[in-house]
């Protein structure tokens, strides 16, 4: 469908330009294609819907023409999480890229986690304790993460959520600029990501 956009737009500039120029020879009516001759505005018309129809399906992103398809390892109602990337750390396999989910309410993060299965793992979101175990106290990021480098390109967010609860409507996250849990409301997703971690 791209390629069939661009090319009735690469017809329509070519037939603009020719009838703006008379068409390739003088007939009897004066030019044109058999004697047809299209002059002014309407020639030009052409030229701009047909530059438009060009620039519009070089644009056009890939596989828009088809449903979103998730790959082996994807978690359910995640589209994007087509390849997701894992380090291990002390024995523990962990994704290292918040940006596949991307802002989250702790429930989303939750079934982020869980419905991931890459190479025979399971996926759970961390306790607080074991995203401590990621923080780097030292690491000099511009950005104040203080976290293992392993993590630093796909990390979006300095919040982290834990799977630890925090009574009935709040969790606890882990702040990777503070080094601190703290309490957030479970509905919240402006600013908290997922990391996920693997048995």
């Not at 090319?7 to 294609?33: C, D, E, H, N, R």
């Not at 438009?52 to 589209?79: E, K, N, R």
């Not at 409301?185 to 996920?196: D, Q, S, T």
Request: with cysteine; proline share 4%.
């Amino acid at each position: 469908m791209q390629y069939f956009v661009m090319l009735v737009g690469i017809v329509l500039v070519a037939s603009g330009l020719y009838f703006a120029v008379g068409g390739f020879g003088q007939g009897k009516s004066g030019g044109g294609f058999r004697g047809v001759k299209i002059e002014g505005p309407p020639w030009l018309l052409l030229v701009a819907i047909g530059v438009g129809l060009v620039i519009f399906g070089a644009v056009w992103q890939w596989g828009d023409d088809t449903a979103p398809q998730t790959a082996a390892g994807a978690s359910p109602g995640f589209a994007g999480a087509i390849d997701v990337s894992t380090f291990v750390v002390d024995g523990f396999r962990w994704t290292t890229d918040t940006e596949i989910a991307g802002a989250v309410d702790w429930a989303e993060a939750n079934a982020y986690c869980e419905g991931l299965n890459v190479s025979g793992l399971s996926f759970r979101l961390p306790t607080v304790e074991e995203l401590q175990s990621i923080a780097d106290p030292d690491d000099p990021d511009a950005f104040d993460r203080k976290i293992l480098r392993i993590f630093h390109d796909g990390l979006g967010r300095n919040w982290i959520w834990s799977s630890e609860e925090d009574g009935a409507g709040a969790a606890f996250a882990f702040d990777f600029k503070t080094l601190s849990k703290v309490s957030l409301a479970r509905n919240f997703a402006e600013g908290a990501g997922a990391l996920c971690v693997g048995s």
